[in-house]
Protein backbone atom coordinates (compact mmCIF):
# COMPACT_ATOMS: atom_id res chain seq x y z
CA UNK A 1 0.00 0.00 0.00
CA UNK A 2 1.45 3.03 -1.10
CA UNK A 3 0.99 5.85 2.19
CA UNK A 4 -0.74 8.50 -0.28
CA UNK A 5 -3.45 5.60 -1.81
CA UNK A 6 -6.62 6.99 -2.16
CA UNK A 7 -8.83 5.53 1.14
CA UNK A 8 -11.30 2.62 -0.27
CA UNK A 9 -13.86 0.96 2.31
CA UNK A 10 -15.01 -2.36 0.89
CA UNK A 11 -16.82 -5.21 2.78
CA UNK A 12 -15.93 -8.85 1.93
CA UNK A 13 -18.71 -11.47 3.15
CA UNK A 14 -16.57 -14.36 4.06
CA UNK A 15 -16.62 -18.31 3.97
CA UNK A 16 -13.38 -20.58 3.90
CA UNK A 17 -9.84 -19.14 3.10
CA UNK A 18 -11.33 -17.76 -0.04
CA UNK A 19 -12.18 -14.95 1.74
CA UNK A 20 -8.84 -14.42 3.37
CA UNK A 21 -7.24 -14.72 -0.47
CA UNK A 22 -9.66 -11.65 -1.54
CA UNK A 23 -9.09 -10.14 1.37
CA UNK A 24 -4.81 -10.25 1.09
CA UNK A 25 -5.18 -9.12 -2.40
CA UNK A 26 -6.82 -5.89 -1.32
CA UNK A 27 -4.47 -5.48 1.75
CA UNK A 28 -1.97 -5.47 -0.47
CA UNK A 29 -2.70 -2.98 -3.37
CA UNK A 30 -0.41 -0.55 -4.45
CA UNK A 31 -2.52 2.15 -5.73
CA UNK A 32 -5.22 2.01 -2.75
CA UNK A 33 -5.24 1.79 0.66
CA UNK A 34 -8.15 -0.49 1.39
CA UNK A 35 -10.26 -0.67 4.84
CA UNK A 36 -11.85 -4.05 4.72
CA UNK A 37 -15.34 -4.36 6.40
CA UNK A 38 -16.07 -8.43 6.95
CA UNK A 39 -19.17 -10.06 7.41
CA UNK A 40 -17.78 -13.59 8.51
CA UNK A 41 -18.99 -16.79 9.09
CA UNK A 42 -16.57 -16.93 12.12
CA UNK A 43 -13.92 -14.80 14.11
CA UNK A 44 -11.36 -15.96 11.07
CA UNK A 45 -8.05 -14.77 12.33
CA UNK A 46 -6.58 -13.58 9.40
CA UNK A 47 -9.92 -11.71 8.88
CA UNK A 48 -10.14 -10.07 12.61
CA UNK A 49 -6.49 -9.12 12.09
CA UNK A 50 -6.87 -7.28 8.88
CA UNK A 51 -10.37 -6.13 9.10
CA UNK A 52 -11.00 -2.39 10.02
CA UNK A 53 -14.71 -4.08 11.29
CA UNK A 54 -15.54 -7.56 11.84
CA UNK A 55 -19.02 -9.05 12.43
CA UNK A 56 -19.50 -12.63 12.63
CA UNK A 57 -22.73 -13.71 11.01
CA UNK A 58 -23.00 -17.40 11.57
CA UNK A 59 -25.65 -18.11 9.27
CA UNK A 60 -24.32 -15.64 6.84
CA UNK A 61 -28.31 -14.03 6.50
CA UNK A 62 -28.59 -11.88 3.79
CA UNK A 63 -30.85 -9.69 6.26
CA UNK A 64 -28.08 -9.31 8.73
CA UNK A 65 -25.06 -8.78 6.00
CA UNK A 66 -27.30 -6.08 4.80
CA UNK A 67 -27.85 -4.58 8.08
CA UNK A 68 -24.35 -4.65 8.40
CA UNK A 69 -23.35 -3.12 5.12
CA UNK A 70 -25.85 -0.35 5.96
CA UNK A 71 -24.60 0.81 9.09
CA UNK A 72 -20.85 1.30 7.50
CA UNK A 73 -22.46 2.64 3.74
CA UNK A 74 -20.71 6.25 3.85
CA UNK A 75 -17.68 4.37 4.48
CA UNK A 76 -17.84 1.61 1.87
CA UNK A 77 -17.31 1.73 -1.99
CA UNK A 78 -17.80 -1.39 -2.90
CA UNK A 79 -18.68 -5.04 -1.81
CA UNK A 80 -17.85 -8.82 -2.87
CA UNK A 81 -19.63 -11.59 -2.21
CA UNK A 82 -17.08 -15.28 -1.90
CA UNK A 83 -19.91 -17.72 -1.14
CA UNK A 84 -22.66 -19.13 -3.08
CA UNK A 85 -24.99 -19.18 -0.29
CA UNK A 86 -25.86 -15.59 0.08
CA UNK A 87 -25.97 -15.07 -3.78
CA UNK A 88 -28.53 -17.59 -3.88
CA UNK A 89 -30.06 -15.82 -1.52
CA UNK A 90 -29.90 -12.44 -3.62
CA UNK A 91 -27.55 -10.37 -1.19
CA UNK A 92 -26.42 -8.45 -4.23
CA UNK A 93 -30.19 -7.44 -4.76
CA UNK A 94 -30.88 -6.51 -1.64
CA UNK A 95 -27.70 -4.60 -0.81
CA UNK A 96 -27.81 -2.79 -3.68
CA UNK A 97 -31.23 -1.61 -3.60
CA UNK A 98 -31.16 -1.02 0.13
CA UNK A 99 -28.20 0.72 1.11
CA UNK A 100 -26.81 1.34 -2.92
CA UNK A 101 -23.46 0.34 -2.26
CA UNK A 102 -22.25 -1.65 -5.07
CA UNK A 103 -21.88 -5.46 -4.53
CA UNK A 104 -19.22 -7.78 -7.10
CA UNK A 105 -21.29 -11.15 -7.24
CA UNK A 106 -24.06 -12.08 -9.63
CA UNK A 107 -28.01 -11.22 -9.14
CA UNK A 108 -30.43 -13.80 -7.82
CA UNK A 109 -31.57 -14.61 -11.41
CA UNK A 110 -28.02 -15.42 -12.10
CA UNK A 111 -26.88 -17.30 -9.20
CA UNK A 112 -26.59 -20.77 -12.10
CA UNK A 113 -26.33 -23.37 -9.39
CA UNK A 114 -29.75 -22.68 -7.61
CA UNK A 115 -30.71 -25.20 -9.53
CA UNK A 116 -28.45 -28.78 -11.50
CA UNK A 117 -31.39 -29.22 -13.64
CA UNK A 118 -31.74 -25.88 -15.29
CA UNK A 119 -28.09 -25.23 -15.47
CA UNK A 120 -28.12 -28.44 -18.03
CA UNK A 121 -30.91 -26.70 -19.76
CA UNK A 122 -29.01 -23.64 -20.94
CA UNK A 123 -26.15 -25.66 -21.62
CA UNK A 124 -28.40 -27.82 -24.08
CA UNK A 125 -29.64 -24.70 -25.45
CA UNK A 126 -26.13 -22.86 -25.96
CA UNK A 127 -23.69 -25.54 -26.67
CA UNK A 128 -25.10 -29.03 -26.54
CA UNK A 129 -21.88 -30.60 -27.08
CA UNK A 130 -20.73 -29.76 -23.48
CA UNK A 131 -23.76 -31.57 -21.78
CA UNK A 132 -23.44 -35.72 -20.82
CA UNK A 133 -26.98 -37.41 -21.62
CA UNK A 134 -29.14 -36.45 -18.82
CA UNK A 135 -32.43 -36.69 -17.28
CA UNK A 136 -34.22 -34.68 -14.25
CA UNK A 137 -36.10 -36.93 -11.61
CA UNK A 138 -38.68 -34.71 -9.95
CA UNK A 139 -39.76 -35.57 -5.95
CA UNK A 140 -43.11 -35.16 -6.78
CA UNK A 141 -44.05 -37.02 -9.62
CA UNK A 142 -43.62 -40.33 -7.61
CA UNK A 143 -45.83 -41.50 -4.84
CA UNK A 144 -43.90 -43.98 -3.83
CA UNK A 145 -40.31 -45.71 -4.47
CA UNK A 146 -41.24 -48.64 -6.51
CA UNK A 147 -42.42 -46.40 -9.08
CA UNK A 148 -39.28 -44.00 -8.86
CA UNK A 149 -37.07 -47.25 -8.84
CA UNK A 150 -38.71 -48.07 -12.01
CA UNK A 151 -38.09 -44.92 -13.90
CA UNK A 152 -34.69 -45.05 -12.55
CA UNK A 153 -34.05 -48.18 -14.06
CA UNK A 154 -35.93 -47.46 -17.70
CA UNK A 155 -33.98 -44.75 -17.75
CA UNK A 156 -30.56 -46.77 -16.86
CA UNK A 157 -31.88 -49.53 -19.13
CA UNK A 158 -31.54 -46.33 -22.01
CA UNK A 159 -27.88 -45.27 -21.20
CA UNK A 160 -26.18 -47.85 -19.20
CA UNK A 161 -25.10 -48.13 -15.89
CA UNK A 162 -22.32 -46.12 -15.95
CA UNK A 163 -24.23 -42.48 -14.65
CA UNK A 164 -23.51 -39.78 -11.91
CA UNK A 165 -26.44 -39.16 -9.51
CA UNK A 166 -26.77 -35.94 -8.01
CA UNK A 167 -28.75 -33.29 -6.37
CA UNK A 168 -30.80 -30.40 -8.25
CA UNK A 169 -30.20 -28.33 -5.52
CA UNK A 170 -26.66 -27.07 -4.42
CA UNK A 171 -24.62 -29.82 -2.25
CA UNK A 172 -21.33 -28.56 -2.40
CA UNK A 173 -20.06 -31.46 -4.52
CA UNK A 174 -20.87 -33.64 -2.02
CA UNK A 175 -24.18 -35.40 -3.15
CA UNK A 176 -22.37 -36.51 -6.41
CA UNK A 177 -22.37 -40.35 -6.65
CA UNK A 178 -20.72 -42.03 -9.36
CA UNK A 179 -20.80 -45.54 -10.92
CA UNK A 180 -18.14 -47.32 -9.83
CA UNK A 181 -16.83 -44.83 -7.05
CA UNK A 182 -19.71 -44.57 -5.06
CA UNK A 183 -22.16 -47.83 -5.95
CA UNK A 184 -21.28 -50.56 -8.23
CA UNK A 185 -25.08 -52.20 -8.70
CA UNK A 186 -28.69 -50.72 -9.38
CA UNK A 187 -29.59 -51.04 -5.60
CA UNK A 188 -27.05 -49.45 -4.29
CA UNK A 189 -27.20 -46.40 -7.00
CA UNK A 190 -31.12 -46.40 -6.03
CA UNK A 191 -30.50 -46.04 -2.56
CA UNK A 192 -28.00 -42.85 -3.44
CA UNK A 193 -30.92 -41.72 -5.43
CA UNK A 194 -33.64 -42.09 -2.78
CA UNK A 195 -31.24 -40.70 0.21
CA UNK A 196 -31.34 -37.67 -2.33
CA UNK A 197 -35.13 -37.64 -2.88
CA UNK A 198 -35.43 -37.97 1.15
CA UNK A 199 -33.81 -34.79 1.24
CA UNK A 200 -35.74 -32.96 -0.65
CA UNK A 201 -34.31 -32.05 -3.76
CA UNK A 202 -34.92 -33.44 -7.35
CA UNK A 203 -32.28 -35.95 -8.29
CA UNK A 204 -30.57 -35.67 -11.85
CA UNK A 205 -28.76 -38.85 -12.97
CA UNK A 206 -26.39 -38.16 -15.91
CA UNK A 207 -23.86 -40.50 -18.27
CA UNK A 208 -20.49 -40.47 -16.52
CA UNK A 209 -17.98 -38.54 -17.71
CA UNK A 210 -14.63 -40.05 -17.85
CA UNK A 211 -11.43 -37.99 -18.11
CA UNK A 212 -9.72 -35.48 -16.34
CA UNK A 213 -10.96 -32.37 -14.66
CA UNK A 214 -9.79 -28.58 -15.06
CA UNK A 215 -11.71 -26.19 -13.28
CA UNK A 216 -12.15 -22.94 -15.49
CA UNK A 217 -13.25 -18.97 -13.83
CA UNK A 218 -13.22 -16.16 -15.29
CA UNK A 219 -14.07 -11.84 -14.19
CA UNK A 220 -17.36 -10.31 -15.88
CA UNK A 221 -18.17 -6.97 -15.67
CA UNK A 222 -22.13 -7.49 -17.92
CA UNK A 223 -20.11 -6.82 -21.08
CA UNK A 224 -17.29 -8.94 -21.51
CA UNK A 225 -16.06 -12.04 -19.66
CA UNK A 226 -12.52 -11.96 -19.17
CA UNK A 227 -11.24 -15.60 -18.10
CA UNK A 228 -8.57 -16.65 -16.07
CA UNK A 229 -5.78 -19.42 -15.87
CA UNK A 230 -7.16 -22.73 -15.75
CA UNK A 231 -6.73 -24.90 -12.40
CA UNK A 232 -7.02 -28.10 -11.38
CA UNK A 233 -8.57 -29.10 -8.16
CA UNK A 234 -8.51 -31.92 -6.40
CA UNK A 235 -11.87 -33.06 -4.97
CA UNK A 236 -11.49 -36.52 -3.41
CA UNK A 237 -10.69 -36.76 0.12
CA UNK A 238 -7.61 -38.65 -0.23
CA UNK A 239 -4.64 -39.40 -1.92
CA UNK A 240 -4.61 -41.04 -5.58
CA UNK A 241 -8.23 -39.36 -6.14
CA UNK A 242 -9.62 -41.96 -3.28
CA UNK A 243 -12.75 -41.45 -0.74
CA UNK A 244 -15.47 -39.27 -0.44
CA UNK A 245 -15.78 -36.01 -2.81
CA UNK A 246 -15.10 -32.82 -0.29
CA UNK A 247 -15.05 -29.20 -1.50
CA UNK A 248 -11.57 -29.35 -2.50
CA UNK A 249 -8.82 -30.70 -1.27
CA UNK A 250 -5.97 -29.03 -3.21
CA UNK A 251 -5.18 -27.36 -6.49
CA UNK A 252 -2.67 -26.33 -8.60
CA UNK A 253 -2.04 -23.95 -11.61
CA UNK A 254 0.54 -24.10 -14.09
CA UNK A 255 2.77 -21.21 -15.70
CA UNK A 256 0.82 -21.25 -18.68
CA UNK A 257 -3.24 -20.37 -18.69
CA UNK A 258 -3.74 -24.02 -19.25
CA UNK A 259 -3.04 -27.09 -17.53
CA UNK A 260 -0.18 -29.47 -18.10
CA UNK A 261 -2.25 -32.31 -19.91
CA UNK A 262 -4.23 -29.79 -21.50
CA UNK A 263 -3.47 -27.68 -25.15
CA UNK A 264 -3.62 -24.21 -25.51
CA UNK A 265 -6.17 -25.50 -28.61
CA UNK A 266 -7.94 -27.53 -25.30
CA UNK A 267 -8.37 -23.62 -23.06
CA UNK A 268 -9.40 -22.30 -26.36
CA UNK A 269 -12.56 -24.45 -26.82
CA UNK A 270 -13.51 -23.91 -22.91
CA UNK A 271 -13.47 -20.19 -23.62
CA UNK A 272 -15.46 -20.69 -26.90
CA UNK A 273 -17.96 -22.65 -24.64
CA UNK A 274 -18.22 -20.17 -21.67
CA UNK A 275 -18.73 -17.10 -23.98
CA UNK A 276 -21.27 -19.24 -25.78
CA UNK A 277 -23.10 -19.55 -22.37
CA UNK A 278 -22.33 -15.33 -20.87
CA UNK A 279 -23.76 -14.42 -24.92
CA UNK A 280 -27.27 -16.27 -24.02
CA UNK A 281 -27.18 -14.81 -21.00
CA UNK A 282 -26.33 -11.29 -21.56
CA UNK A 283 -28.14 -10.77 -24.60
CA UNK A 284 -26.62 -8.13 -27.67
CA UNK A 285 -25.54 -5.12 -25.18
CA UNK A 286 -24.33 -5.92 -21.54
CA UNK A 287 -26.41 -7.31 -17.75
CA UNK A 288 -24.75 -5.94 -14.82
CA UNK A 289 -26.70 -8.67 -13.37
CA UNK A 290 -23.65 -10.86 -14.46
CA UNK A 291 -20.58 -9.03 -12.44
CA UNK A 292 -18.16 -11.02 -11.10
CA UNK A 293 -17.46 -14.73 -11.51
CA UNK A 294 -20.60 -15.96 -12.92
CA UNK A 295 -18.89 -18.62 -14.18
CA UNK A 296 -16.72 -21.03 -12.60
CA UNK A 297 -16.97 -23.64 -14.82
CA UNK A 298 -15.66 -27.29 -13.79
CA UNK A 299 -15.21 -28.96 -16.98
CA UNK A 300 -14.25 -32.73 -17.33
CA UNK A 301 -12.12 -33.28 -20.87
CA UNK A 302 -13.13 -36.58 -22.20
CA UNK A 303 -12.84 -38.49 -25.81
CA UNK A 304 -15.12 -36.56 -26.85
CA UNK A 305 -13.51 -33.30 -26.25
CA UNK A 306 -14.58 -30.77 -23.01
CA UNK A 307 -18.16 -31.64 -21.32
CA UNK A 308 -19.06 -29.25 -18.44
CA UNK A 309 -19.57 -31.37 -14.76
CA UNK A 310 -20.80 -27.95 -13.39
CA UNK A 311 -21.02 -24.63 -13.04
CA UNK A 312 -20.85 -21.73 -10.02
CA UNK A 313 -21.82 -18.42 -9.81
CA UNK A 314 -18.70 -17.12 -7.45
CA UNK A 315 -14.76 -17.85 -7.13
CA UNK A 316 -13.42 -21.36 -6.62
CA UNK A 317 -12.28 -22.45 -3.22
CA UNK A 318 -9.39 -23.37 -3.33
CA UNK A 319 -9.31 -22.33 -6.87
CA UNK A 320 -9.14 -18.62 -6.68
CA UNK A 321 -6.22 -18.88 -3.84
CA UNK A 322 -4.15 -20.08 -7.20
CA UNK A 323 -4.80 -16.89 -8.97
CA UNK A 324 -4.84 -13.84 -6.72
CA UNK A 325 -1.47 -14.06 -4.75
CA UNK A 326 0.28 -14.00 -8.70
CA UNK A 327 -2.53 -11.57 -10.12
CA UNK A 328 -0.15 -8.40 -11.31
CA UNK A 329 -3.68 -6.22 -11.80
CA UNK A 330 -3.86 -3.87 -8.61
CA UNK A 331 -7.26 -6.46 -7.41
CA UNK A 332 -9.30 -3.13 -5.90
CA UNK A 333 -8.87 -1.50 -9.53
CA UNK A 334 -9.82 -4.12 -11.39
CA UNK A 335 -12.83 -4.40 -8.91
CA UNK A 336 -13.87 -0.84 -10.04
CA UNK A 337 -13.89 -1.68 -13.47
CA UNK A 338 -15.55 -5.25 -12.88
CA UNK A 339 -18.88 -2.35 -11.51
CA UNK A 340 -18.03 0.65 -13.88
CA UNK A 341 -18.21 -1.80 -16.92
CA UNK A 342 -14.92 -1.15 -18.13
CA UNK A 343 -12.71 -4.95 -17.33
CA UNK A 344 -9.83 -5.42 -19.97
CA UNK A 345 -6.84 -7.42 -19.64
CA UNK A 346 -6.22 -9.36 -16.91
CA UNK A 347 -2.47 -10.46 -16.34
CA UNK A 348 -1.14 -13.40 -14.39
CA UNK A 349 2.78 -13.83 -13.52
CA UNK A 350 3.72 -16.89 -15.58
CA UNK A 351 4.58 -18.37 -12.01
CA UNK A 352 2.58 -21.63 -10.93
CA UNK A 353 0.93 -22.52 -7.90
CA UNK A 354 -0.03 -24.78 -5.42
CA UNK A 355 -2.71 -24.96 -2.73
CA UNK A 356 -2.47 -27.56 0.02
CA UNK A 357 -5.41 -27.86 2.66
CA UNK A 358 -5.13 -28.97 6.21
CA UNK A 359 -8.49 -30.27 7.13
CA UNK A 360 -9.76 -31.63 10.57
CA UNK A 361 -9.55 -35.39 11.15
CA UNK A 362 -13.33 -35.64 11.37
CA UNK A 363 -13.23 -33.73 7.60
CA UNK A 364 -13.87 -36.39 4.51
CA UNK A 365 -14.59 -39.58 6.58
CA UNK A 366 -11.00 -39.47 7.42
CA UNK A 367 -11.56 -40.47 11.21
CA UNK A 368 -15.69 -41.04 12.17
CA UNK A 369 -14.87 -39.09 15.24
CA UNK A 370 -12.60 -37.01 16.63
CA UNK A 371 -12.81 -35.83 20.37
CA UNK A 372 -9.37 -34.54 21.08
CA UNK A 373 -8.22 -31.63 20.94
CA UNK A 374 -8.96 -28.61 17.87
CA UNK A 375 -6.16 -25.98 18.78
CA UNK A 376 -4.36 -25.14 15.60
CA UNK A 377 -1.09 -22.56 15.96
CA UNK A 378 -0.09 -21.22 12.53
CA UNK A 379 3.00 -19.50 13.23
CA UNK A 380 5.55 -21.89 12.61
CA UNK A 381 4.29 -21.58 9.31
CA UNK A 382 4.00 -17.92 9.24
CA UNK A 383 7.66 -17.54 10.25
CA UNK A 384 8.53 -19.31 7.03
CA UNK A 385 7.90 -16.14 5.49
CA UNK A 386 11.74 -15.56 6.28
CA UNK A 387 12.77 -18.35 4.22
CA UNK A 388 10.34 -17.69 1.52
CA UNK A 389 8.85 -14.17 0.92
CA UNK A 390 5.71 -13.93 -0.71
CA UNK A 391 6.24 -17.13 -2.29
CA UNK A 392 4.55 -18.65 0.19
CA UNK A 393 1.07 -17.64 1.87
CA UNK A 394 -1.29 -18.84 4.64
CA UNK A 395 -4.88 -18.63 4.19
CA UNK A 396 -7.36 -19.83 7.58
CA UNK A 397 -10.37 -21.10 6.45
CA UNK A 398 -12.78 -22.75 9.26
CA UNK A 399 -10.61 -21.75 11.61
CA UNK A 400 -11.75 -19.56 14.64
CA UNK A 401 -9.97 -17.31 17.13
CA UNK A 402 -11.46 -17.62 20.94
CA UNK A 403 -11.12 -15.46 23.90
CA UNK A 404 -8.08 -17.14 25.20
CA UNK A 405 -6.06 -15.95 21.91
CA UNK A 406 -5.38 -19.06 20.74
CA UNK A 407 -7.17 -20.19 17.25
CA UNK A 408 -9.19 -23.92 16.79
CA UNK A 409 -10.10 -25.80 13.79
CA UNK A 410 -14.06 -25.90 13.54
CA UNK A 411 -15.75 -28.67 10.99
CA UNK A 412 -14.39 -27.75 7.87
CA UNK A 413 -11.31 -27.05 5.60
CA UNK A 414 -9.37 -25.44 7.81
CA UNK A 415 -6.27 -23.63 6.72
CA UNK A 416 -5.08 -23.52 2.95
CA UNK A 417 -1.06 -22.90 2.14
CA UNK A 418 -0.09 -21.51 -1.29
CA UNK A 419 3.30 -22.26 -2.72
CA UNK A 420 3.92 -20.33 -5.98
CA UNK A 421 7.29 -21.32 -7.87
CA UNK A 422 8.54 -21.14 -11.24
CA UNK A 423 7.79 -24.98 -11.30
CA UNK A 424 4.73 -27.13 -10.03
CA UNK A 425 7.04 -29.57 -7.98
CA UNK A 426 8.86 -26.03 -6.85
CA UNK A 427 5.40 -24.49 -6.03
CA UNK A 428 4.14 -27.87 -4.14
CA UNK A 429 7.20 -28.03 -2.05
CA UNK A 430 6.70 -24.52 -0.44
CA UNK A 431 2.94 -25.17 -0.20
CA UNK A 432 3.76 -28.47 1.78
CA UNK A 433 6.64 -26.72 3.80
CA UNK A 434 3.70 -24.62 5.16
CA UNK A 435 1.68 -27.37 5.81
CA UNK A 436 3.97 -28.88 8.04
CA UNK A 437 4.90 -26.29 10.22
CA UNK A 438 0.86 -26.11 11.14
CA UNK A 439 0.80 -27.17 14.55
CA UNK A 440 -2.19 -29.38 15.17
CA UNK A 441 -4.61 -32.54 14.59
CA UNK A 442 -5.00 -31.79 11.14
CA UNK A 443 -4.50 -34.06 7.69
CA UNK A 444 -3.72 -33.42 4.13
CA UNK A 445 -3.56 -34.47 0.31
CA UNK A 446 0.42 -35.10 -0.24
CA UNK A 447 -0.38 -35.53 -3.83
CA UNK A 448 -1.57 -32.00 -5.12
CA UNK A 449 0.59 -31.26 -7.65
CA UNK A 450 2.56 -34.22 -7.60
CA UNK A 451 4.73 -35.10 -10.67
CA UNK A 452 3.12 -38.29 -10.85
CA UNK A 453 -0.14 -37.21 -10.60
CA UNK A 454 0.33 -34.90 -13.29
CA UNK A 455 1.97 -37.38 -15.50
CA UNK A 456 -0.85 -39.72 -15.04
CA UNK A 457 -3.16 -36.95 -16.15
CA UNK A 458 -0.98 -36.86 -19.32
CA UNK A 459 -1.27 -40.81 -19.35
CA UNK A 460 -4.47 -40.95 -19.51
CA UNK A 461 -5.63 -37.64 -21.72
CA UNK A 462 -3.59 -39.52 -24.56
CA UNK A 463 -5.00 -42.61 -24.24
CA UNK A 464 -8.03 -40.97 -24.85
CA UNK A 465 -7.41 -39.49 -27.57
CA UNK A 466 -5.55 -42.27 -28.97
CA UNK A 467 -2.36 -40.92 -29.23
P1 LIG B 1 -20.45 -31.46 -9.12
O1 LIG B 1 -20.94 -30.97 -7.79
O2 LIG B 1 -21.52 -31.66 -10.11
O3 LIG B 1 -19.27 -30.71 -9.65
O4 LIG B 1 -19.82 -32.87 -8.80
C1 LIG B 1 -18.72 -33.05 -7.94
C2 LIG B 1 -17.79 -34.06 -8.52
O5 LIG B 1 -18.48 -35.28 -8.83
C3 LIG B 1 -17.16 -33.64 -9.83
O6 LIG B 1 -16.05 -32.86 -9.66
C4 LIG B 1 -16.81 -34.98 -10.45
O7 LIG B 1 -15.62 -35.47 -9.88
C5 LIG B 1 -17.96 -35.84 -10.01
N1 LIG B 1 -18.99 -35.82 -11.07
C6 LIG B 1 -20.06 -35.01 -11.18
N2 LIG B 1 -20.77 -35.27 -12.30
C7 LIG B 1 -20.13 -36.27 -12.93
C8 LIG B 1 -20.34 -36.99 -14.14
N3 LIG B 1 -21.37 -36.73 -14.95
N4 LIG B 1 -19.45 -37.96 -14.46
C9 LIG B 1 -18.40 -38.25 -13.66
N5 LIG B 1 -18.14 -37.61 -12.52
C10 LIG B 1 -18.99 -36.63 -12.12
N1 LIG C 1 -13.42 -26.37 -5.55
C1 LIG C 1 -14.73 -26.52 -6.04
C2 LIG C 1 -15.57 -25.33 -5.99
O1 LIG C 1 -15.17 -24.27 -5.59
O2 LIG C 1 -16.73 -25.44 -6.38
Known amino acids: ?57 PDLDVGKICDFVEANKDALDFGICCPEKPIIAGLRDLVERTTGVPMICPTKQYAIEVSKAAQRQLIENCCPEANPRFKVFHRSAYTHAGEAKDAVWSFLDEIGNEVAVKPDRPAAGKGVGVWGDHFTTREQLFDHFWSIFESGSDVLIE ?19 VALPDTRDYKRAFDADLGPNTGGMGSYKDREDWLPFLSHQD ?67 LCFRMIHGTLSRVECAKHATVVTYAVPMDYGDFRRTYSGDRKVDLSRAYALKERYGDDLRIYPGSMELRADGSTYALGSRTVCTVGIGQTIEEAREKSLEGIRAIDGALWNRWDVGARHYIERSIRRMKELRGN
Open 267 to 333: REEEERLVQKLFTALRGDGENEGLRGIPFYVAFMHTREGAKILEINSRPGDPEIQNILPVLENDFVD
Open 1 to 57: MSEEGEKVGIVVISYGSRAAAVIDAFCRSEDYDARVYVADKQRNPFNVAHAEKHVVI
Open 207 to 225: EKLVGEESSFQAFCDGHRL
